[in-house]
């Protein structure tokens, strides 16, 4: 699993945990780092899919490319607004810098259709607004990383 690389700080894997799931299982009031929450979630998965798939390999699709700069430039534009809000803000908030500074790590160490997936979900959970221009962009970029047809008119299109 590409995310728990090395390369990827603890924190950053925490921010993006409790940005994208808006401070779901709030993983770090129970001293859980992002990575070993991660860990524990493979493990789960692994298991399950021995159980049910034995003959199952697991093979990640080839890298959209040259969509790292694109997905970088989207970030960078939305972190002036995320910069004023925050994931539950009223219990124990994670700043929306802290969340777009974890997503340019993921989109440039780890891989950049992940780091879109998951400024999808953090662009839903702090509200922020987009334009029109953006909006078509999130649809360039979803088309590149092969996104079925409704993946943005349930997590944004509602934002435009």
């Not at 995310?3 to 603890?10: A, C, K, N, Y």
């Not at 524990?40 to 399950?48: G, K, L, N, R, Y």
């Not at 160490?109 to 702090?126: A, I, N, Y």
Request: aromatic residues 8%; charged residues 20%.
């Amino acid at each position: 699993m590409p995310v728990l690389d090395p390369g990827l700080s603890d924190d950053a894997i925490t921010a993006l945990w409790l940005a994208a799931t808006d401070r779901g299982y709030s993983i770090d009031r129970f001293g859980v780092s992002g990575r070993e929450w991660l860990e524990q979630v493979a493990e789960v998965c692994e298991e399950h899919l021995t159980e049910v798939a034995p003959a199952f390999v697991p093979a990640a699709p080839p890298p959209a490319t040259g969509t790292g700069d694109e997905v970088l430039r989207e970030i960078r534009g939305m972190s002036p607004l995320a910069a004023s809000t925050a994931v539950s803000p009223d219990f124990h908030p994670l700043e929306g810098a802290t969340a777009m500074e974890a997503l340019e790590q993921i989109a440039t160490q780890v891989d950049p259709d992940l780091g879109f997936r998951l400024l999808l979900h953090t662009v839903e959970v702090l509200q922020l607004p987009l334009t029109e221009e953006q909006y078509t962009r999130y649809e360039a970029l979803a088309s590149r990383f092969h996104y079925g047809q409704d993946h943005l008119l349930f997590s944004v299109d509602h934002l435009v």
